[in-house]
């Protein structure tokens, strides 16, 4: 079931107007591949696996088709299993063992000139599964100190092949005592229980060090396990002081880094410098530490303990007590004498007041804003000064009405960051005549949707993104409405756009068509009326999502609104938070129970400043974090 939480959806098959469009020719995909999969447990999972060669037409996406043989000996006919698929992979879940399955698969593309190609060749496989080899595994847990039973105790037998979702968990009764069935293969067994350390077999500490202990059909073999009672280690203080390099105190974030046996390292402690620069937090006994400090005073270069410039690098801190004189001197950031000038003006050539961005790029992509200013309101021009060198793009976001956009040599507008054209910036370069023409409503030889939007009582609606869609709806422009509920969606070419809105808490109208040219009228006028509804409304979607899966949020960058899209393929606890540069939580867009499906949830940031922001996700053992960009 496809959830939809305040967001526009848009429909897979076109209006009565599209069908009256020449279809387009659609190749179909090829080389499609079947492959049954089982787990090997008591319970065990399956899936048919499909692969495929994707269609040489440019943004298809495919139909699958199933077929199966019925328990009385007959087949079913073909039917949708799948739809609006954009990857060459999809695993179906939704199968029997020892039966036989037909697939076939189909491109298509949706739209104003969308068709459906011709069918792939049907594949057929067969899902035999052989059958498991059990055994019994039997034993104790108990307090290593005393020899006492530990109820509540958890014994995992963690199959070498297959990994965790494939264990077979076992829990103590009164007297400590478990005992169960499990399929014959090779484990590695970890033993754990409250305000207990956890343990591998036979008495390791680590999973890469563990006893493998192979299990036969009709063994019964017992385990018993003594574990140690968790005494937490001692708690030491790390201190030391923050200067510049004439011995001033300075203000500073101090960040200590825990370092673990297997390489990762985690957070430990966070301490802000007093008045005179002085810091300390909390270590444990037996921490190996890297510590890091950042001024607020940003004309000074952060550095790792000892003077060192990254993680790698940095001085190890052993902590065997308290850990004093952990000091640092932070050095002012180099000075180069190179600069990035240019104007900022309309096709008219009047100044046009903006705000400009500067950012990094390497290995072709984003490291992250490395300088902002503004262009003269009287002059238009702006000048970017003492730039590290490297490689940049940068951006320009004008003033109400203007088209924001990314700098090109050829002055064509741009909201893709990749399309945006290099600056290369070396010690000594004064780079010149970067200048921005930017378009507005009214511009000759650009097109404009406009209008304004309203609630049902008539009260215009501040900050509602209005969006225009081509044939394939993708997104081609947009407006967001300003404090008198008007929006301008600008630089469109000539052609039939389906338009919609939308806004945080509120219900989108039905999409509309509409025309717009050049010569009768390059300015077309359509308003809205959107209604508050603060309901996760529900889509008709039957499909479910096969893995976990964050999406990168658009548009991004942004501003002030963006869209981030996940799916969960069974019931879970789903967090979507939002956190700041330094790790600060912002908002909390989704806290509390999901069924299995997709989602999209829209970050309102119009009373957040400009930023690089990150969003994590975390639903179980799942956890995955992304960054985006607001812009203002």
Known sequence: ????????????????????????????PTNLQVKFQTSNNLLPVLNNKLTWTASTTLNAKYVLYRSESLSNGTVSN???????LRHTEFFDYQIRGNSKYGYFAVAYLSGLNGGFSKPSDTIYVSTEIQPLTYAFVSGAVTNDSDSSPLKNAFVSFIPTQGGCKNSAFFKTD???????KIVAS???IYSSAAK????YFDNQKYYTSATKVTIKEKDSLTFNVGLAKYVEPAKY???GKVTDSTGKGLRADVFGYRIRSNAKYYSTGVAKTDSLGNYSFKVYQGDTVVVYAYSKDKNLVPEFYNNQKTFADANRVGVAGDVNNIDFVLDPKPVYNNSISGSVKNKSGAVVFSHLALFEIKDGRFVNRKLSTHSDSTTGVYTFKNINPGKYIMFAHPKENYKPTY?????KQTLNWKEADSIVVDATSALANFNFTVLAPGDTGLAVISGNVKNPQGNVEVGALVYALDANNEVVGYGITNNFGNYAITELEP?????????VGYTAPTIVSTTINYSLNPVATQSFIITPNLILNTGNEKLTPQSFKLEQNYPNPFNPSTKISFSIPIKNNVELRIYNIIGKEIATLANGSFNAGSYDVIWDAQNISSGVYFYTLKVGSFKETRKMILMK
């Open 1 to 28: 079931m496809k959830k939809v939480l305040l967001i526009f959806v848009i429909g897979l098959f076109a209006t009565a107007s599209i069908l009256a469009q020449t279809p387009a020719v659609v190749t179909p």
């Open 78 to 84: 073909f039917f949708k299993i799948a739809s609006e």
């Open 174 to 180: 009164s007297m400590g005592k478990y005992v169960g």
């Open 186 to 188: 090779e484990y590695i």
């Open 196 to 199: 207990f350390v956890g343990e």
């Open 237 to 239: 203080t790390l201190s």
């Open 407 to 411: 700098y090109r040599y050829d002055s």
């Open 495 to 503: 052609g039939t756009y389906n338009v919609t809105v939308d806004k």
